[in-house]
C-alpha cells in the first residue's frame, strides 16, 4: 500500500468520530427525508428537501435539472475533475403508504430507510462532516440525489445527468443504505420486461379453450421457465409480481407479468428477448387475445475488474474498519457510470433487515463506519489512488 | 369582540414563520429563552424521533430552543432512557418538588417544567406525535417572537387533502366539537374562536405560566384559556395551523373520561367568576357500562381534577426567581 493512502487509512476512527458527533444531524436528515414520500417519477418533494439542505451548506450551482435530480458541487481546489457521488431520490412505496418513521436508540424503522433514505441523508450531511474534518477536495466534488431510478424509471435521472454533463468524471460512488461491506463494481446483463395479456372487448368467448387472461398467462409462464437456460454463462429469470382479474367468478380480461432476464452475457440478454417475444407472438395466434411484450429496461453487463486499483483501495478500507467486504454484482446506478466507462463502485452504509418492507429496520452504529468509508474513499479517489494510470 | 376580525389577525400558518434565522435574530435582539417541554408516560415509540429532530434542527442547526426537557410521570418503559440517549435533559415530576405532596397527570408535569426550566418561553408538545417536524416549534413561537402583546399561542390542525367547495368544516376533536365549544358558546363566545382548544402542543410566555392554576388531569388546557382570557382577554391568544398531526386515536370511552375532567374544571371555573353560584362539592366518580354475560353493570372511575396552584405563590419558586 502507497504510504499516503496509508495517511488516508489511519484516519478512518476521526472519521467515524466525526460521523458520531454528526449523529443527531445524520438521523434527523434520515427521518426527514424517508418521510417524504417519493414513488418513481414523483420525486419533487425530496428533491426540494436535499436542494435545500445543500443550498444552506454553500454548495455551488443547487439546481434541479429538467429530468428532476437534485445537484450541488463543493467545489475542488484545481476543480480540473470531478467525482460524483449519486442516492437515488426515488423509492418503491406509494405515496398513500404510512411513511412515519420510527427512531430507537439502536436503529432506524419505516418504509425506505435503508432503500434510499440514507443513502440520501448522507449526501444532505456529507458537506458538513467534510466540512468539520476539514477536508478539501482537489476534484469537484458533485453530490447528486438522482431521479428516476427504480422499475420503470430505469436510472433515467443519473443517465440523463451522464448523457448532458460535459466535463471530465474520475469515478462515480453510488450509495445504498443497505449493507455495509456491499462493494458492486460490475453490473450483470440485465432485462427487465412485463408481458400484457389483453382479451378484447369482442372475444369470442363460445371458442375452444377460451378460459381468459390468467390462465393463459400461466400457460405462458410455463413456456418461459421451459426455456433453458445455460450454466455458463450464467444466467437467471426472475418473476418478480403477477396481477389479473377483478372477481371470483369473471373469466379475466386482463393480467399481466413482470419479470427480469440477468445474465453474464449481453448475447444471452439479446437471445432471451428475442425468444420472449416470438413467445408473445405465438401466444396471441393461439389465443385471439393481444399478447405484448414490454421491455421496460436493458441493462449491458460490464465494470471494473477485482484488481481495479478504485476496488483494491475499497477492500482496504473496508477491511481497516474491521468489516468484511461483500463483492456482489448490481443492476443499479452503476451501469450508467459502467456504458461511460467511468469507474465506479456501489457501497452499502449499515446494516438492516427487513428491505423492502414496509417494516425496513436499519441500524444506527454501524452508519459511522459506512460514511468514514465513503470519506476515505473519496479522499483517496481525489489524490489518484484509484486511478488505473496513475 | 367581533370573531372574525380576531381569527383574521391571530391566526397563522406554520410557514409564516419558516425563516428560523429570522426568528433567531429577533429572539436574541429580545434576549428570549425558549424552552421546550415534553411531558411523557410511556412514549418510547415516538420520544426518540422528537428529541433528535428538535435538537438536531432546532438547537444544533438553528439555536431556536434553549433547553429540551422531557418531563415524565413515570414511566415503565424506555422513554427516559431513550430521550437521555439523544440528549434531552430528563427529569422525574416526582423528583422536582419533592417537598410538596405527590400528584400524578400531565397538567403536574407542565406545572412543574416552569419550575425546572430556564426559558421565558415554554413550548409544550406531545410526545405521541408520530409526523413530528420543527414547525411544532416555530409555527408556535413565532408569534411570540414577533409580536410581543402575545402571550398564548395555541395549535391547531388543518389538512384537507381534498375538499371540492370553497366552504369547508373546520374545527377540533370529537370532545371540542361536543363538549366544548357548546360550552364557550354559551358562557365565553370569544373564545369559540380557538379552532382546537384541547390541542396539547402550546407555547406561552413564563409571566403569563407562572401566575395561573393548573388542573393535574383533563382539564388543564380548558383551565388556561379561561384563565388568561379571564386575566389578558382574547388579544393575548393568537394559534397557529401546524397542518396535519399524526397520534393515537382515542376510544369513545376514553373521550369520556375526558370530557368529564373537562366538565369538572369548566364548572369550578364558573363558579370562581361568579358566573354559576356556588353549589355542592361535586362528585368525582365518572360512571360508564359493560355488559358481561348478558348483565348489564357500571364501572366506576375516580376522575379528580385536583389543582396546583399558581407557581408564583410557590416558596420554593419565588427563592429560585430570586436568586435569578
Redesign the interface.
Known amino acids: 500500500m502507497n504510504t499516503s493512502c496509508q495517511e488516508i487509512l489511519d484516519r478512518l476512527p476521526e472519521y467515524e468520530k466525526a460521523v458520531e458527533e454528526l449523529k443527531e444531524t445524520l438521523l434527523t436528515n434520515l427521518i426527514m427525508l424517508s418521510e417524504i414520500p417519493a414513488p418513481t417519477f414523483e420525486e419533487q418533494d425530496r428533491n426540494r428537501f436535499l436542494l435545500n439542505r445543500f443550498t444552506e451548506y454553500n454548495l455551488q450551482n443547487c439546481s434541479s435539472d429538467e429530468k428532476g435530480n437534485a445537484l450541488g458541487i463543493i467545489p475542488g481546489k484545481s476543480r480540473d475533475s470531478n467525482i460524483l457521488v449519486v442516492a437515488h431520490l426515488d423509492t418503491i412505496y406509494p405515496s398513500n403508504v404510512d411513511h412515519t418513521i420510527t427512531v430507537e436508540p439502536d436503529k432506524v424503522i419505516g418504509p425506505g430507510v435503508g432503500d434510499n433514505g440514507l443513502g440520501l441523508a448522507t449526501l444532505a450531511t456529507l458537506p458538513i462532516i467534510l466540512e468539520k474534518l476539514g477536508i478539501e477536495f482537489e476534484s469537484n466534488l458533485i453530490l447528486m440525489g438522482s431521479s428516476r431510478s427504480l422499475g420503470n424509471g430505469d436510472i433515467e435521472g443519473l443517465r440523463f445527468f451522464m448523457e448532458n454533463f460535459k466535463n471530465p468524471v474520475t469515478a462515480g460512488i453510488c450509495l445504498e443504505g443497505v449493507k455495509l461491506g456491499r462493494l458492486s463494481y460490475s453490473s450483470i446483463g440485465m432485462l427487465r420486461g412485463e408481458i400484457k395479456y389483453e382479451v378484447p372487448e369482442e372475444y369470442d368467448w363460445t371458442r375452444f379453450s377460451s378460459v381468459g387472461a390468467i390462465v393463459n398467462m400461466n400457460e405462458m409462464i410455463n413456456k418461459l421457465l421451459e426455456i433453458p437456460l445455460p450454466l455458463k454463462p450464467k444466467t437467471s429469470f426472475i418473476l418478480g409480481s403477477i396481477s389479473g382479474g377483478t372477481s371470483y367468478n369473471k373469466n379475466p380480461m386482463k393480467a399481466s407479468l413482470r419479470f427480469e432476464v440477468r445474465s453474464e452475457s449481453e448475447e444471452m440478454v439479446e437471445n432471451l428477448a428475442v425468444r420472449i417475444q416470438s413467445l408473445a407472438e405465438e401466444m396471441t395466434s393461439m389465443t385471439g387475445a393481444n399478447v405484448r411484450f414490454l421491455e421496460i429496461a436493458r441493462r449491458k453487463p460490464g465494470g471494473t475488474q477485482f484488481s481495479h486499483p478504485l476496488n483494491k483501495v475499497s477492500r482496504d478500507i473496508l477491511e481497516n474498519l474491521d468489516v468484511t467486504p461483500r463483492l456482489s454484482p448490481s443492476t443499479s446506478e452503476l451501469s450508467a457510470f459502467i456504458d461511460k466507462d467511468i469507474p465506479a463502485l456501489t457501497i452499502g452504509l449499515t446494516d438492516g433487515e427487513r428491505l423492502g418492507e414496509i417494516d425496513e429496520m436499519i441500524n444506527i452504529e454501524p452508519m459511522k463506519k459506512g460514511i468514514a468509508q465513503l470519506i476515505a474513499l473519496l479522499q483517496a479517489v481525489d489524490k489518484g489512488y484509484c486511478s488505473e494510470y496513475k | 369582540m367581533n370573531i372574525n376580525n380576531w381569527l383574521k389577525n391571530n391566526t397563522y400558518h406554520h410557514s409564516n414563520f419558516e425563516d428560523i434565522k429570522e426568528l433567531i435574530e429577533e429572539k436574541e435582539k429580545q434576549g428570549l429563552t425558549i424552552s421546550l417541554c415534553i411531558p411523557t408516560l410511556n412514549e418510547?415509540?415516538?420520544i426518540?424521533?422528537e428529541v433528535?429532530?428538535f435538537?438536531?434542527?432546532l438547537m444544533?442547526?438553528y439555536p431556536l430552543l434553549d433547553e429540551i426537557a422531557v418531563i415524565d410521570s413515570g414511566s415503565e418503559d424506555?422513554t427516559l432512557?431513550?430521550a437521555a440517549?439523544?440528549?434531552a435533559d430528563t427529569y422525574l415530576a416526582s423528583e422536582i418538588l419533592p417537598d410538596l405532596e405527590p400528584m400524578r397527570g400531565k397538567g403536574e408535569n407542565l406545572w412543574k417544567a416552569i419550575y425546572q426550566l430556564k426559558g421565558d418561553i415554554i413550548v409544550y408538545i406531545d410526545a405521541d406525535i408520530?409526523?413530528i417536524?420543527p414547525r411544532f416549534v416555530y409555527g408556535m413561537v413565532g408569534p411570540l417572537i414577533k409580536r410581543p402583546e402575545v402571550k398564548y399561542v395555541k395549535a391547531f390542525y388543518d389538512r384537507p387533502l381534498a375538499f371540492s367547495d370553497s366552504i369547508r368544516p373546520s374545527g377540533g376533536g370529537r370532545v371540542t366539537e361536543i363538549l366544548t365549544r357548546p360550552l364557550f358558546s354559551l358562557f365565553f363566545p370569544d373564545l369559540t374562536a380557538i379552532i382546537q382548544p384541547l390541542s396539547g402542543e402550546y407555547a406561552v410566555r413564563r409571566e403569563v405560566l407562572e401566575s395561573i392554576p393548573f388542573p393535574i388531569g383533563y382539564g388543564v388546557e380548558t383551565s388556561h384559556l379561561l384563565d388568561v382570557y379571564q386575566k389578558y382577554g382574547m388579544s393575548a391568544f393568537a394559534q397557529t395551523d401546524l397542518d396535519q398531526r399524526?397520534h393515537r386515536n382515542q376510544t369513545t370511552r376514553a373521550l369520556g373520561k375526558m370530557s368529564f375532567g373537562i366538565l369538572q374544571t369548566f364548572l369550578n371555573r364558573l363558579v370562581q367568576y361568579g358566573i354559576l353560584q356556588k353549589f355542592d362539592e361535586l362528585p368525582t366518580v365518572f360512571r360508564q357500562f359493560q355488559v358481561k354475560d348478558e348483565i348489564f353493570e357500571t364501572v366506576e372511575f375516580n376522575i379528580p381534577e385536583a389543582e396546583r396552584p399558581p407557581m408564583n405563590t410557590i416558596p420554593e419558586y419565588k427563592k429560585r426567581k430570586r436568586g435569578k
Open positions: 418510547e415509540k415516538t426518540g424521533k433528535v429532530m435538537k438536531s434542527e444544533n442547526r424506555k432512557e431513550i440517549s439523544f440528549g408520530k409526523n417536524h399524526v
